[in-house]
């Protein structure tokens, strides 16, 4: 009687926090967690009655938690395990997405395809690898979020959404904290080795197989923070149009083993249109 009338308590103990989680306000939208509305106001350990609710893109057992797909970091937000491939981007762009539904800075991108076959596509996207499995390069800024948003999460950022002072520290921001293990290691692996992360190289490594597990880190599960791809990052210097300068982060295989470029803190300026076969991207929610 008394271990039931214990676990009672604990349980009722649990109800409550979640409760108390629910009357949170979101840091930088405003919100309350609304379970049932749908709205994404609810962030990650917040109750939940479907993955709508959630700022983590998924709800489970009525808790907003991580995807299967993502990583949780610090109990607190999500990271994409790996780099997006070619084949997820396809899938988006079977949807047919709406370019028109873009912000304001993003109006000038007309279409969202990769930007490797056309008389205006830049030589070194022609010859990328296009095979399913390896990252989806050759996407802009502006497809790199359109991607994540409409799978209900966002290019990484400021933890829980919103984007980095793009002269700001280095040493910030959800990519950051998720690459080094929130400052403990300079590259995401520890002791970097430029073969093993593909930072060495002439061309992409699929993402996701066996061998990226040689190049996981900083937290268990992700896979290429350092090497293999730049990824496109929330941090620009303006919010007029193209020629806003944004941060990619980690290096790539071009990067010639570098330690300084493929340090978690090493940052990278491209104009917001430009396309390369060395920039991809990854995702985050919470």
Known sequence: MRASARARGCAAALAAALLSACSLVRPLHGLTCEPGAGNASCLYGQPCDASADCTTAACTEGVCQCPASMVTIESSFCVDRTEVSNAAYRAFLAT?????????????????????TGPDAPPVCTTRRKEDEHPATCVDWCDARAFCKSHGKRLCGERHGGPLPFRGGMAQGEWFDACSKHGALAHSTGEFDALQCNG????????????????????????????????????????V??????????????????????????????????????????????
């Open 96 to 116: 047919r997405p709406d370019v028109a539904a873009q912000e304001p800075f993003c109006s000038f991108n007309s279409t969202f395809d990769f930007d490797d």
């Open 241 to 286: 149009g193209p020629g806003d300068l944004c941060r990619t982060r980690g290096g790539a295989f071009d990067s010639g083993g570098a330690l300084e470029e493929l340090r978690c803190d090493a940052r990278d300026e491209r104009e917001r249109a430009d396309t390369d076969h060395t920039i991809g991207f990854r995702c985050c929610s919470g």
């Open 200 to 239: 060495d190289s002439t061309e992409t490594v699929p993402v996701g197989d066996d061998t990226s597990l040689a190049c996981e880190g900083g937290y268990l599960g992700l896979q290429h923070m350092s090497g293999n791809v730049r990824e496109w990052e929330d941090a620009c210097s303006d919010d």
